[in-house]
């Protein structure tokens, strides 16, 4: 079905493009919160008091304690009132006997359950950056809003996700649980997955805390050294989106941000977000990240992690002793007033009541298998996986597939690994549920065409004695479809990358399928870009995938034959090299551009455009942009940028576009990016079809963030790009006028 998408900025209020997907039921047994932010109200602000004028100290630090599950938790822990919070339990019957024993505790203060659903629970949808690839919020937060239902079904009330730190770095191996390079795109994939968590039941963590994405060397957990220009510009706003859309959580990020550790850092914790954005929800740490603070080197001892901590603004331990072990002696000790206990116990219990712990019975665990991986829930994983898609070559028209293709020979064992169309982060996802590529093909293969496979090498591709046998199925085939990438656990936390290489011998085994001279279409699995420059050239076609989830091949037969149109598009720059890295579209201009001439700013070895520019992807399609109408040339600083442009899909398919909206600021006090995102719609375009397209963008929006926060839009020349990229050539220049 067509569904036409016309955008705009600020108000994204479009609906998807495909629109099959639904969100689901509301069913009495599993609540649903609304997307607006925590503000403390009276009535429960008064009901805390008067829990904490009953609680004792030890209730109070147990409160701020989350406990890392596993199989010996000890269920009097939850009695005896010590444990505010505890993180992985996995299933409705577990969960179910931990918050009875909660309730049971002298106040009988219910326990806040958690785990990391990152991209679905049981029915797993795309990996986050999937997720942005879509450039699709309304999907994503369908697709969240499933993921919470699940969740809830099971009795857990909180999800560790989702994680917007944004990253120009492919090396850091996290990326792929993130919304990529861009702040636009990342706050509303931010506040469309927390407003989807909460519809379907669960409340949401804004992680990590922040500018984790800037990991110095890509290099997991390292330092990060970010002026506090660029934290605004950034790595905040997606934050802040996803607290206006209703995050009540948010989690602290492992690393040292400018040499003090996130955990402890009262300038980002008490400073920018509790006090300049008036956050009332609880602020938890990171898995042992209190302890940390002694590796980190700003405290001697456990008791001086805790209370610096807690100083700076930390409400919950996440798996660690340091608060258990430490809090209320440094409170007796009057190192830490007892009154920032009480507003953290507060913050937590806060949290409790919004989610109606104290007052609603909990779900049936006999009921939760009812719940699970639904066929609308596929539905909607199933869309959204094809949605992530990103279609980046596609010589000689080669896809989708022609009826002539009567023999298609799939390559590389990743077509048939369960586990490497989940991704890292799997939550309750099982293997046997899931499509592969291999079984996705040979599903939608019309009869009279036949799916042979030949692995040619293992899923890290070290062992090549299967070359041989793959090369002569691709010979005797029409078509090869070659999967090929990174596993699972390669692109993850903990796996920084130095070569972005597709692994192993792959490259070899594609250069051999290549060389048999029939069309090969590469499908990539993996979390990150690679620099796959060779492949660019020589595949006839490439599909990158990401890990799509429990519909993985069952998504990829569907933009391989042509059901679907592919329509994602890329959340990070692809470099052609690692030396380009940190690569991304919204780089500052130089006093000397690249020219010919030596004393440029460029490499003499490679060039400084990317492989593929953020923003990219093809569709099935072929659209052509022109007269791009700027309707406000002259507009006031409190008034709305409208622009439209016009669109012919001169193709014989249906195209499906995202129209993308940039901006560069010609001359500002600062030098400001060559383009920034700020506005994006999709459009669905039948052959022959040619449409206009608005695209708004609030002058407000124009803003770059001085040192202490201040946004300033500066009067003068804005120069508008509109395109099918970061690559946008199609401009027009707007005027804002105003003191
Ligand atoms: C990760 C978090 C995650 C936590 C709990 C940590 O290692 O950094 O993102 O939520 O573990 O599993």
Known sequence: MTRILLMIGLALTLTHAAGAAELPPLDPAIPSYPAEPLRPDPATEKRIDALLAKMTLAEKVGQ???????????????????IGSLTGAPDAAANAAI???????RLGIPILLTDNVIHGFRTLIPAPIGLAATFDPDLVRIAS????????????????SPMIDISRDPRWGRVVEGPGEDPYLASKISAAEVSGLLRGGIIATLKHYVGYGAAEAGRDYNSTWIPPELLHDLYLPPFKAGIDAGAMTVMAAFNALNGLPATANPRMLDGILKHDWGFAGLVTSDWDSVWELQNHGIAADGAEAARKAILAGLDMEMAGDM??????????????PLARVDDAVRRVLRVKFRLGLFDRPDPDPKLADTRLLTPAAKKTAREIAAASLVLLENHNDTLPFKPGIKKIAVVGSMADTPSDHMGPWGANGREADVVTTLAGLKARAPDGTTVTFAPGCDRECKDTSGFAAAVDAAAAADIVVAVMGETWYHTAEGASRTKLDLPGHYEELLESLVATGKPVVLVVLGGRPMTITWAARNATAILYAWFPGTEAGAAIADVLFGDVDPSGRLPMTFPRAVGQIPIYYAHLPTGRPATGDQYSSKYIDEENDPLYPFGYGLSYGRILYDDLRILTPRIGLDGVITTDVHLTNVGTHQGTETVQLYVHDLVAGRSRPIKELKAF??????????RRVELKVPVADLAYHLDDGTAVVEPGRFQIFIGGSSRATLSGMVVVEGK
């Open 99 to 105: 918050v009875k024993a909660a309730r049971q505790s």
């Open 64 to 82: 701020l304690r989350m406990g890392g599950w596993s199989q010996t938790f000890d269920l009097e822990e939850a009695r005896s009132g010590i």
């Open 145 to 160: 809003a499933w993921a919470g239902y699940e969740a809830a079904a099971i009795g857990l009330h909180w999800t560790l």
């Open 681 to 690: 719609a999709k459009v669905v375009l039948a052959p022959g079809e040619s």
């Open 323 to 336: 608060f258990k072990d430490n809090l209320a002696q440094e409170v007796e000790a009057g190192r830490v």
